[in-house]
């Protein structure tokens, strides 16, 4: 599975930004795709995720209210539209696309796109 993921930039605080990530090659049926961040020193961490049968999601609190994570699966994108945003909302984000086969996970990253806020 190959990710491309695209979006981020430069924005004031308060602004908006949408973040997509289209997965290609060797889809899983069932799967769930989803955002993390990183910045530099630290772990990357859940921003939100999508499951592809029910279209459930989760949020990191840190970003409920003010992000939405949708998916269409016939385009088998993602997308994270970002409001609201802080300067703590810095950071590389990066797509994960995590396929099930017979119960068992397979991860795959896309390349980080990145997103600065400025204050």
């Known amino acids: 599975v190959q990710l491309q993921a695209s979006g981020g930039g430069l924005v004031q605080a308060g602004g908006s930004l949408r973040l997509s990530c289209a997965a290609s090659g060797g889809i899983f049926s069932r799967n769930v795709m989803g955002w993390y961040r990183q910045t530099p020193g630290k772990q990357r961490d859940l921003v939100a995720t999508?499951?592809?049968?029910?279209?459930?999601?989760n949020y990191a609190d840190s970003v409920k209210g003010r992000f939405t994570i949708s998916r269409d699966n016939a385009k088998n994108t993602v997308y994270l539209q970002m409001n609201v945003l802080k300067p703590e909302d810095t950071a590389v984000y990066y797509c994960?696309?995590?396929?099930?086969?017979?119960?068992?996970?397979?991860?795959?990253w896309g390349q980080g796109t990145q997103v600065t806020v400025s204050s």
């Open positions: 994960k696309y995590t396929g099930f086969l017979m119960a068992v996970p397979y991860g795959y």
């Open positions: 999508i499951t592809s049968d029910d279209s459930n999601t």
